[in-house]
């Protein structure tokens, strides 16, 4: 499976940005689609969104015209874009790879995991 290596989360006020990486070491993403899923303390798991092979993407509701998700095949590398922060998208961060693009939302039957990275939004 491919390993992936999560950057950029960190503190930052309400209103602010910030920009998530997630790297694949050992191998290439391939044609998998690759995502992100948040946990914040005391809440279910929430896919956040996903991005396919070939560029396409979906979101969750709640950060619809605030994320965006980007892919740069050459680099192995996915990025997670947040602008308008809320305190409410204060959780860890998890980059998902797996085989399903449309069914990504339900949560990977089998795909790779990172390690997860913190992202606190302050009032």
């Known amino acids: 499976q491919v390993q992936l290596l999560e950057s950029g989360g960190g503190l930052v006020q309400a209103g602010g940005s910030l920009r998530l990486s997630c790297a694949a070491a050992?191998?290439?993403?391939?044609?998998?689609?690759v995502g992100w899923f948040r946990q914040a303390p005391g809440k279910e798991r929430e896919f956040v969104g996903v991005?396919?092979?070939?560029?396409?993407?979906y979101y969750h509701d709640s950060v619809k015209g605030r994320f965006t998700i980007s892919r740069d095949n050459a680099k192995n590398t996915v990025y997670l874009q947040m602008n308008s922060l809320k305190p409410e998208d204060t959780a860890i961060y998890y980059c998902v790879a797996d085989s399903r693009y449309t069914d990504f939302y339900k949560g990977p039957d089998s795909g790779s995991w990172g390690q997860g990275t913190q992202v606190t939004v302050s009032t």
């Open positions: 991005c396919s092979w070939r560029g396409n993407t």
């Open positions: 050992g191998q290439p993403f391939g044609a998998k689609a």
